[in-house]
């Protein structure tokens, strides 16, 4: 199995709602990653656990919510989310923890999320 | 710090032509450095990479040569076929570095690329 798997492909959300977005992998990959890519643009880094740790927060706002069960599953949780939000959602996995300068990251498809 | 260049796109070709995207970086160490593929309603998948000077990543008819001189890594591919079609991102990795460098994957912009029959 080298697929990275994300759950749901496409969500529509209002700006009330409370959603998750799934992540899964069983390469036994020890980081795992959320980026964000906004149409026509390259993905931009959200939030890094390597070994089930955070280790990267890039200033996301607090509206979303990483979690990283177990070493082969990662949560979002999407709360109170505004329209410029809406986005593509890419979770990502690489072999080694985070302080590798060469690994391979292992893209999945992404959920497609709307904001309404 | 660090950054990558990419060169403006879209780019369309015929198939069988020759393809080259051009991509610089500025970085503050010895950066590991990336080409990655995005075919339409997918991720990105690696396509090639090369971890130091005048070392050549290859991979399916794809090739780009890391030149320190010129701060470049630019794509190559002798004949594109219509499913060669996809966004190209040239990305760098760097830990290392006098001003400590970063860890994060930096991208470029990425590369429209349209083949035609």
């Known amino acids: 199995d080298t697929e990275v798997t994300q759950t749901p492909k496409h969500l529509v959300m209002g700006m009330t709602n409370k959603k998750s977005l799934k992540c899964e992998q069983h390469m036994g990959h020890r980081a795992m990653y959320w980026y964000k890519q906004k149409a026509k643009k390259p993905p931009e880094l959200m939030f890094v656990y390597s070994y089930e740790k955070l280790s990267i927060n890039e200033s996301v706002p607090s509206r979303f919510s990483p979690e990283c069960p177990n070493s082969s599953l990662l949560n979002l949780h999407l709360h109170a989310l505004q329209p410029e939000d809406s986005a593509l959602y890419l979770c990502?996995?690489?072999?080694?923890?985070?302080?590798?300068?060469?690994?391979?990251?292992?893209f999945g498809s992404g959920t497609q999320l709307s904001v309404l | 710090g660090n950054s990558v260049t990419q060169m403006e796109g879209p780019v369309t070709l015929s198939e069988e032509a020759f393809l080259t995207i051009n991509c610089t970086y500025t970085?503050?160490?010895?950066?590991?450095l990336f080409w990655y593929v995005q075919y339409p309603g997918e991720g990105l998948q690696l396509l090639l990479k090369?971890?130091?000077?005048?070392d050549k990543g290859s991979n399916k008819g794809f090739e780009a040569t890391y030149r320190k001189e010129t701060t470049s890594f630019h794509l190559e591919k002798g004949s594109v076929q219509v499913s060669d079609s996809a966004v190209y991102f040239c990305a760098l990795s760097d830990l290392g570095g006098t001003q400590g460098g970063s860890e994060k994957l930096v991208f470029g912009k990425g590369t429209k690329l349209t083949v035609n029959p």
């Open positions: 970085a503050t160490g010895y950066p590991s």
């Open positions: 090369a971890t130091k000077a005048d």
């Open positions: 990502a996995s690489s072999r080694e923890g985070y302080r590798t300068t060469n690994e391979k990251l292992f």
